[in-house]
């Protein structure tokens, strides 16, 4: 499963060239990846709720392109991997209209108990919503 999410780039984002900082497409992932959740019929803060909190892991970065201010973004998000401690989202940013993405990347996640902050086996805990997860990944 892919899920797109739009961003266009604000003015704040930007450097005095207009061009979109390195550090906001971290952001945007985070931004795709709640969307890409809610598909599940979940919240992040219901997730928390649920007592699992899911702490960055890795992050990877390649820029192709610049994104540029007031630019209209599209922010496709998926699965690549999942374990029951681990999930792994990739995610292309491409100009709305366009095919080809202007940067790339994927954030590693750990499933972990918010209150030990120990890692969870999901499979085990929640072993329906792991099925769903696992259902959807897309290498």
């Not at 060239?17 to 803060?45: C, D, N, Q």
């Not at 997730?47 to 209209?72: F, K, N, Q, V």
């Not at 108990?113 to 919503?129: H, I």
């Amino acid at each position: 499963m892919i899920v797109e999410t739009t961003v266009t780039v604000r003015y704040a984002e930007t450097d005095q060239m207009g061009v979109a900082h390195h550090a906001v497409y971290p952001i945007w992932y985070e931004l795709a990846r709640t969307e890409y959740i809610k598909r599940f019929g979940l919240t992040y803060s219901q997730l928390e709720a649920m007592g699992i909190m899911t702490p960055l892991t890795e992050l990877s970065c390649h820029y192709r392109e610049a994104a540029r201010y007031e630019d209209c973004l599209v922010v496709a998000a998926r699965i690549t991997a999942l374990t029951p401690a681990r999930v792994t989202f990739g995610f292309a940013i491409r100009r709305q209209g366009e095919e080809a993405p202007i940067q790339t990347g994927s954030t590693t996640l750990a499933w972990v108990d918010r209150e030990t902050f120990r890692p969870v086996n999901m499979k085990k805990r929640f072993p329906q919503l792991f099925r769903q997860l696992q259902e959807a990944v897309e290498p």
